[in-house]
């Protein structure tokens, strides 16, 4: 979630317990109500290391490499008491687990956790609720990034174009994210090109239309689905 990626913790909790509420089984949100609610001594144990960060690093390139899974940033995030997850400085000196990645996720797993406590129905309806489309979207996005730092990038792009059926409009949270846009808009159209070469226009011209709701000016889509357009009013014709 966006509000926990820059440090809006309370804001963040809010969102993740009423979101948590509508899906009570989503394991990456679970995962991230215990990173922000358990001690996160319990969670990585209290022996540590320091790493210094080098060029490109982040807390969740740092949370893979050291606790096994990118998703885990918020963990490490707040065993450094950072305020905001998103920034991290060349040349830092952030503290990770002494254990090992495998002996850390045991950890993590065994850590309790308390159930989100239930919302009130007033705040239930309040417009920040985490269950909208614009969050879920934000989720999906967090993860699809989650995915490409872990190397499943097939993965990082569906789960991308998830985050852009539910909101076309959603900002890249970052550099990786807005290449990883790129590449999901490319391999959109790539498809588009084979099925308008089959002469499948319908579904070559809602490709294209799927890239210009998330990109208006893409223009190798705005010149086929012009003429898919056009040689669909052709065949009609016949």
């Known amino acids: 979630m966006k509000q926990l990626q820059v440090g809006h913790y309370a804001k963040g909790r809010k969102q993740l317990r009423r979101y948590l509420e509508v899906h009570p089984d989503d394991r990456y949100a679970r995962d991230l109500w215990r990173q922000l609610t358990v001690n996160p001594n319990k969670l990585l144990g209290a022996h540590s290391r320091m790493h210094v960060v080098q060029p490109g690093e982040s807390y969740g390139t740092l949370a893979a490499k050291y606790l096994g899974s990118a998703t885990r940033f918020l963990a490490l995030a707040r065993y450094n008491h950072a305020d905001n997850p998103s920034v991290l400085q060349l040349g830092q000196k952030v503290r990770v687990p002494a254990d090992s990645p495998a002996k850390v ?72 994210a807005s290449t990883l846009r790129k590449q999901l808009l490319t391999s959109y159209h790539q498809r588009a090109i084979v099925l308008y070469r089959d002469q499948k226009l319908d579904p070559a011209i809602a490709l294209w239309n799927r890239v210009l709701a998330i990109d208006p000016n893409y223009e190798p889509a705005i010149v086929y689905r012009a003429r898919a357009r056009e040689l669909k009013s052709r065949l009609k014709q016949l």
């Open 105 to 176: 996720r045991a950890t993590m797993a065994a850590a309790p956790v308390e159930n989100p406590e239930p919302a009130s129905s007033n705040a239930a309806a309040a417009p920040d609720d985490a269950s909208g489309p614009v969050d879920r979207a934000e989720q999906l996005q967090s993860q699809s990034l989650a995915l490409l730092h872990e190397g499943h990038k097939k993965q990082a792009l569906d789960r991308l174009g998830q985050a852009l059926d539910l909101d076309p409009k959603l900002k890249p949270s970052g550099h990786d």
